[in-house]
Nanobody, 127 residues
Framework: QVQLQESGGGLVQAGGSLRLSCAAS????????MGWFRQVPGKEREFVGA???????????SYVDSVKGRFTIFRENVKNTMYLQMSSLKPEDTAVYYC?????????????????WGRGTQVTVSS
């Protein structure tokens, strides 16, 4: 029902900033919890952050501790696009970044709870 496409990855120096985009197809974007994950070769897909669906009783954002204060998630429902604004980037942030959509209200930090995924965009932070 939803197709996702990431963009905006690239090479950036440590301490720099980068904005990733996740464009969604269809008109049901606001019905899903949207999350960002990242993955490096040989490791599990790691939760980065997520944002609540629109129209719910509460609005929230959630981030893994390692990116709190540095990464921010935005969503523009009218454009069916979610963004990950990254600042103060570190070499350990290097990974392929994926956006996902989940129909669940719980378990958003678990990749298996996401119904749709983009193909990822590479972020490389040089030291």
């Amino acid at each position: 029902q939803v197709q996702l496409q990431e963009s905006g990855g690239g090479l950036v120096q440590a301490g720099g900033s980068l904005r990733l985009s996740c464009a969604a197809s269809g008109r049901t974007f606001s019905d899903y919890v949207m999350g960002w994950f990242r993955q490096v070769p040989g490791k599990e897909r790691e939760f980065v952050g997520a944002v609540s669906r629109s129209g719910g009783s509460t609005s929230w954002e959630s981030y893994v501790d390692s990116v709190k204060g540095r990464f921010t998630i935005f969503r523009e429902n009218v454009k069916n696009t979610m963004y990950l604004q990254m600042s103060s980037l570190k070499p350990e942030d290097t990974a392929v970044y994926y956006c996902g959509a989940s129909a669940l209200n719980t378990g958003w930090t678990k990749a298996s709870n996401y119904d749709y995924w983009g193909r990822g965009t590479q972020v490389t932070v040089s030291s």
